[in-house]
């Protein structure tokens, strides 16, 4: 079992930066994929970003893609989205995510999940 805790979201004025965290407990964090997803207000929950266990592969959705950036650091049991050239359209609640696969951007594939951590960009 995993335990996410998602932290560093906030409000940013648009094209300002901001980099979120997902702390993982246990020591069995280095055997997830770990992936970021996002909801906005009155809309389904959409793929972000992931990375493979050891950090070798990522995917991005076409929306972040040059603007967001995951990486991890599997000896602190964490996983980071850095935010750039934030929009408007970005703001929403930012989830983290871990999943047994080798890699996914399929939130169903995902095993385990963090609270949230509200992003907000205003123009």
């Known amino acids: 079992q995993v335990q996410l805790v998602e932290s560093g979201g906030g409000l940013v004025q648009a094209g300002g930066s901001l980099r979120l965290s997902c702390a993982a407990s246990?020591?069995?964090?280095?055997?997830?994929?770990m992936g970021w997803f996002r909801q906005a207000p009155r809309k389904e929950r959409e793929f972000v970003t992931s990375i493979t266990r050891g950090g070798g592969t990522t995917q991005y959705a076409d929306s972040v893609k040059g603007r967001f950036t995951i990486s991890r650091d599997n000896a602190k049991n964490t996983v980071y989205l850095q935010m750039n050239s934030l929009k408007p359209e970005d703001t929403a609640v930012y989830y983290c995510?871990?999943?047994?696969?080798?890699?996914?951007?399929?939130?169903?594939?995902?095993?385990?999940w963090g609270q949230g951590t509200q992003v907000t960009v205003s123009s």
């Open positions: 995510a871990a999943a047994s696969v080798w890699n996914s951007a399929r939130a169903s594939e995902y095993n385990y």
């Open positions: 246990g020591r069995t964090f280095g055997a997830y994929t």
